[in-house]
């Protein structure tokens, strides 16, 4: 929500209220699992990276990408992305097609206003998808 901010830390993930930050009862924390990357959806959910697993909600998602990039970010047809893989629905990872299957690995996965998809790879290239 544009209301709060949300923070990853080695206890879990917490939940601010922008309004308030400087209250630290204001935190109310989400079962953690030592996040290393957070993320909030356009449904107000928080997906989060920890120990090379991707979770949807605090619960683990379904088939995992095959390199859990420490990445996530939504395209404007509502699929998250972590690295370069996608999902839809949060149980099934597919790495779509488009996107070579090199191996030189997608690091990073950041989506522009305008709809494409930049990925970042282990050698420094920048990839762009889009359909």
Do not use: H
């Given at each position: 929500s544009e ?7 080695t206890t879990?993930?917490?939940e ?9 009862t204001?935190?109310?924390?989400y ?7 957070i ?6 959910q ?12 605090n ?5 995992q990408?095959g390199y ?7 395209d ?10 996608a ?9 779509l ?5 090199t ?12 709809g ?5 790879s ?10």
């Amino acid at each position: 929500s544009e209301d709060y901010l949300y923070l990853a830390t080695t206890t879990g993930i917490y939940e601010c209220d922008k309004a308030d930050p400087q209250i630290t009862t204001a935190f109310s924390e989400y079962p953690g699992n030592n996040p290393q990357s957070i993320y909030l959806d356009t449904d107000n959910q928080i997906w989060s990276i920890a120990s090379g697993k991707v979770y949807k909600a605090n619960v683990l998602s379904g088939s995992q990408p095959g390199y859990v990039a420490n990445s996530l970010d939504q395209d404007l047809y509502g699929r998250i992305w972590c690295g370069g893989y996608a999902t839809e629905d949060g149980f099934e990872w597919e790495n779509l097609s488009g996107i070579d299957d090199t191996d030189d690995e997608i690091v990073e996965s950041l989506v522009s206003p305008e709809g494409l998809v930049y990925l970042r790879s282990t050698s420094g290239c920048l990839y762009v998808w889009g359909k």
